[in-house]
């Protein structure tokens, strides 16, 4: 039974840092049209005034930050309801393989490795805000970051010996792009 409810536990736990991914994208959109309704409210205001076309911009923008509220108070439901600090245990490990060789394949010229530096590393997890969509984000960022202008890259996940802290080494044919 305790296998369900782990099983569970970490389904309810995905699909939280998928709601939370998606609320973060769909808040940025949000922002993009209210900078577009509010620079259509000055446009028409001043050539408008009094006429429909600036009541409908000006409520547009009225509805697009209702919308705003609505989205930022379901965040905050979503991480009130997240476990401990709002962190989840994501298996780093995989991720930065799975990433790697979906780089390899966007960077055929490069030569791209990932490697555990232990055998704990092998199935080491990190509390991570957001869960594996935010890791799998910033480890995206980083590895292409690192492909610019390298011939090799390669990752390293590693386990303090005393097992409290998790690092990542990306590095270059030059030097380390991050170590964290």
Do not use: N, W
Not at 46 to 57: C, F, L, M
Not at 141 to 153: M, Q
Request: one cysteine or more.
């Amino acid at each position: 039974m305790a296998r369900s409810g782990d099983a569970d536990r970490a389904r309810l736990e995905a699909v939280l840092a998928e709601v939370l991914r998606r609320q973060h994208d769909a808040g940025s959109a949000l922002s993009a049209a209210l900078l577009s309704a509010d620079y259509l409210v000055e446009l028409l205001g001043a050539r408008a005034a009094g006429e429909p076309a600036a009541d409908v911009a000006a409520e547009l923008r009225r509805s697009l930050a209702r919308l705003k509220e609505l989205l930022d108070e379901t965040r905050e439901i979503a991480r009130r309801a997240a476990p401990g600090d709002g962190a989840f245990a994501v298996a780093v490990l995989p991720i930065a393989r799975e990433l790697v060789a979906e780089m390899a394949v966007r960077h055929p010229a490069l030569r791209f490795a990932c490697s555990a530096g232990s055998a704990a590393a092998e199935c080491a997890a990190a509390q991570i805000a957001q869960g594996d969509a935010a890791l799998r984000r910033l480890l995206e960022a980083l590895l292409g970051a690192a492909a610019e202008g390298a011939r090799v890259v390669s990752v390293r996940v590693d386990v303090t010996p005393s097992g409290d802290a998790l690092a990542v080494c990306i590095a270059t044919d030059g030097a380390a792009l991050l170590d964290a």
